[in-house]
Nanobody, 125 residues
Framework: QVQLVESGGGLVQAGGSLRLSCAAS????????MGWFRQAPGKEREFVAAISRSSISTNYADSVKGRFTISRDNAKNTVYLQMNSLKPEDTAVYYCAARGTGIQIPKGPYEYDYWGQGTQVTVSS
């Protein structure tokens, strides 16, 4: 089992940047595919980005391609989400997730095994 704790959320103006972090504890961090999801009020949880165990592969939602970058540091048991050129529609609670099996990077939230508590990101116009 792995425990996930997100940090780095906050209030930022449109066009600004934030970097989210997700610290993991428990089983070997490097054995997990890691993902970021977000959920806005009244909407379903949606995929943002994910990264393979060794950082060789990444996957992004079309809405964030070219603006967001996911990365991980297995030595620090941490995954990051660098968010640039933020837009008001990026406002949501952002969740970190871990998947322990498989090779492909999934986009469905139901395919991830463990979740953090979320961190709020608010982008003002």
């Amino acid at each position: 089992q792995v425990q996930l704790v997100e940090s780095g959320g906050g209030l930022v103006q449109a066009g600004g940047s934030l970097r989210l972090s997700c610290a993991a504890s428990g089983r070997t961090f490097s054995s997990y595919i890691m993902g970021w999801f977000r959920q806005a009020p009244g909407k379903e949880r949606e995929f943002v980005a994910a990264i393979s165990r060794s950082s060789i592969s990444t996957n992004y939602a079309d809405s964030v391609k070219g603006r967001f970058t996911i990365s991980r540091d297995n030595a620090k048991n941490t995954v990051y989400l660098q968010m640039n050129s933020l837009k008001p529609e990026d406002t949501a609670v952002y969740y970190c997730a871990a998947r322990g099996t498989g090779i492909q990077i999934p986009k469905g939230p139901y395919e991830y095994d463990y979740w953090g508590q979320g961190t709020q990101v608010t982008v003002s116009s």
